[in-house]
Structure formats: C-alpha cells, structure tokens
C-alpha cells in the first residue's frame, strides 16, 4: 500500500498520479487531504464548484462535495478511464483502492511519502486555495 502525503500538492496532478497508480492495481491511502492545494483564485475556483449546484435538482443531485476528503476523491475519480464512471469497471475497481484522509491515522504515521513533480512550488502563480479553506467556504453557502 503506498501511501501519499497531500501537504502542498497541486490537487489535479496529484489526483492523475494516484489515479494511475490505482489503475495498475495499488492500494492508494492519501492523509492529510486538507492540506491539498488549488491553483488558481478563490472566487474563480469557488465559483466553479458552486456551478455544479445550479445544475442540479435540488433534491436529486448532483450534490456537492462539501468535506476535504471527498473533494479529493472526487478530484481522483475525474481522472479514471473515460465514459460513464459507474458502467467503466476497470475505473470503479480503481477508485475502491483509493482511500483519503483528513489529518493522519496511525497506522500510516511514518509511512508518508510524497509526489515530487506535484508539489506547488514548481506553479508560477502565486494564487491558490486549500482543500480545508474550499470546503470552508462551501459549507458557508449553507442555510
């Protein structure tokens, strides 16, 4: 099982890296999913996750992802093979070995290990969001 530290790494190129990996059969464990970060600017990045609301009937769904560790998951799914995701059982297999995490449990203490061309140091701009600040203001939409 590996298991992916998300301090400081860019959420969609982290997401295609663990996809991959889940695709060739590896068990995937991602701690610290709050701290996974979004480039871009706040009102761009929040105003196209509260998009998906508009789209949706209110009762059904789709319904947003509010808590960091389902941002992420979902964030993985998108990387799965094409198609409905749900008819692809290759990417449905995939996404049932991809397990996230906010903070760290102990049975993964110490065996963190990150993704070196994920991290955002290597993005130009200086505009990002957290996963913890995102969901933060997601669920302020509420009432």
Same mark, same amino acid.
């Given at each position: 099982?590996?298991?992916?530290?998300?301090?400081?790494?860019?959420?969609?190129?982290?997401?295609?890296?663990?996809?991959?990996?889940?695709?060739?059969?590896?068990?995937?464990?991602?701690?610290?999913?709050?701290?996974?970060?979004?480039? /871009?600017?706040?009102?761009?990045? #929040?105003?196209?996750? *509260?998009?998906? +609301?508009?789209? %949706?009937?209110?009762?059904? !769904?789709?319904?947003?992802?509010?808590?960091?560790?389902?941002?992420?998951?979902?964030?993985?799914?998108?990387?799965?093979?094409?198609?409905?995701?749900?008819?692809?059982?290759?990417?449905?297999?995939?996404? /049932?070995?991809?397990?996230?995490? #906010?903070?760290?449990? *102990?049975?993964? +203490?110490?065996? %963190?290990?990150?993704?070196? !061309?994920?991290?955002?140091?290597?993005?130009?701009?200086?505009?990002?969001?957290?996963?913890?600040?995102?969901?933060?203001?997601?669920?302020?939409?509420?009432?």
């Amino acid at each position: 099982m590996k298991v992916i530290d998300a301090t400081n790494l860019v959420l969609g190129r982290m997401a295609t890296r663990v996809a991959k990996l889940a695709l060739t059969g590896e068990e995937v464990a991602i701690i610290n999913c709050e701290k996974a970060v979004i480039s /871009g600017s706040q009102n761009a990045i #929040v105003a196209r996750y *509260k998009a998906r +609301e508009v789209r %949706a009937t209110p009762f059904k !769904g789709p319904r947003r992802r509010r808590h960091p560790e389902r941002i992420v998951k979902r964030a993985v799914r998108g990387m799965l093979p094409t198609g409905k995701w749900t008819e692809q059982s290759r990417g449905r297999l995939a996404l /049932g070995r991809v397990k996230c995490y #906010v903070g760290v449990p *102990k049975e993964f +203490e110490g065996k %963190a290990e990150t993704i070196e !061309g994920a991290s955002f140091m290597k993005v130009k701009t200086p505009y990002r969001l957290t996963v913890q600040k995102l969901s933060e203001l997601l669920k302020g939409g509420e009432e």
